[in-house]
């Protein structure tokens, strides 16, 4: 996991001067940041999936309505 391997000399920064407050205020900005990044990503995949269906369907329709002419 180098995510944590990053973050551990980090850790023993904050941890030697005594900030542990700080600390955790950073771990749960960057939680909470992480957190954004992922309902993000699945709502943009979320919004592609909506498209293609929403193109889908106006095809189908274009294609029905042709077909009733």
């Known amino acids: 996991m180098p995510a944590v391997s990053a973050l551990a000399p980090v ?3 904050f941890i030697a001067r005594g900030d542990l407050a700080h600390l955790a205020l950073f ?3 960057a939680g ?5 990044v992922l309902t993000l990503r699945d709502l ?3 919004n592609q999936r909506f ?3 929403v193109r889908e369907l106006a095809r189908f329709n274009r294609r029905h309505k042709e077909d009733m002419s």
């Open 51 to 53: 498209d293609a269906f």
């Open 32 to 36: 909470a940041s992480l957190l954004l």
């Open 44 to 46: 943009a995949s979320a």
């Open 11 to 13: 850790a023993e920064s």
């Open 27 to 29: 771990m749960w900005a």
